[in-house]
């Protein structure tokens, strides 16, 4: 439980140092949620992305073993290995291109997206575009990631 508590600081931490100029990240309050502290630590205070991360939180939360990482956990801590050994374990199962990377092709994907449609988009656009995408027998969605796409469209 304690390697868990660590990753949302750690996380917030790596992107202010990337994106904020390394601004703290400031305490966790305990009035709020998981979901809320995290979009407070990266700085964002506005309740339509609170409540975006906290749908994005939930759907890349589910993971209960049908994945590369989470089995790769399951399948090290079955030998009795320390848990940070499993859970180390589980996040080189992320290396993989359609497992963790498959959302960075995502970002890809939305910046081509975006590129190519520009900023107003109709639907019936961004259907034709997914669809090509598909047809194109293009290989890069996790199934987090395309629920992330899902959404996208929606």
């Not at 868990?4 to 709020?32: E, F, M, Q, V």
């Not at 939180?57 to 499993?86: C, K, Q, R």
């Not at 590129?115 to 656009?125: F, N, R, S």
């Amino acid at each position: 439980m304690s390697l868990i508590a660590k990753l949302p600081p750690i996380a917030a931490t790596i992107y202010k140092n990337l994106y904020r100029d390394g601004s703290n990240i400031g305490a966790i309050d305990t009035n709020k949620d998981w979901s809320h502290n995290f979009t407070s630590m990266l700085g964002y205070e506005d309740t339509q992305f609170t409540e975006l991360m906290r749908l994005y939180l939930t759907i890349h939360s589910d993971h209960e073993g049908g994945n590369v990482s989470a089995h790769t956990v399951h399948l090290v801590g079955s030998a009795l290995s320390d848990p940070y050994l499993s859970f180390s374990a589980g996040m080189n199962g992320l290396a993989g291109p359609l497992h963790g990377l498959a959302n960075q092709e995502v970002l890809v994907w939305l910046t081509k997206l975006q590129k190519e449609l520009g900023p107003d988009v109709t639907e019936d656009q961004m259907k034709e575009f997914v669809w090509k995408t598909l047809k194109s027998g293009q290989v890069c969605f996790s199934a987090n990631s395309l629920s992330i796409l899902l959404l996208t469209i929606i």
